[in-house]
């Protein structure tokens, strides 16, 4: 899976490329917890990210 951040490691959560419209897990996407990305944003992203990037989600649930 190229461009993959992991976001949450004992449960393989990530945010990723899909070739699908983007999800999140609970909108009806086929995910069972990972954020997905379009495959154009992907590696914009992936780049902006290292290992000292704070990642902080907020979803309207």
């Known amino acids: 899976m190229p461009y993959a951040i992991l976001i949450w490691g004992q449960r393989g959560v990530y945010i990723h490329?899909?070739?699908?419209?983007?999800?999140?897990?609970g909108n009806g996407g086929?995910?069972?917890g990972c954020i997905h990305v379009s495959e154009?944003?992907?590696p914009a992203i992936y780049g902006y990210v290292?290992?000292?990037?704070?990642i902080t989600i907020s979803y309207p649930w």
């Open 50 to 54: 290292d290992a000292r990037t704070r």
């Open 17 to 25: 490329a899909w070739p699908g419209r983007p999800t999140i897990s």
């Open 40 to 42: 154009s944003d992907a």
């Open 30 to 32: 086929p995910t069972a």
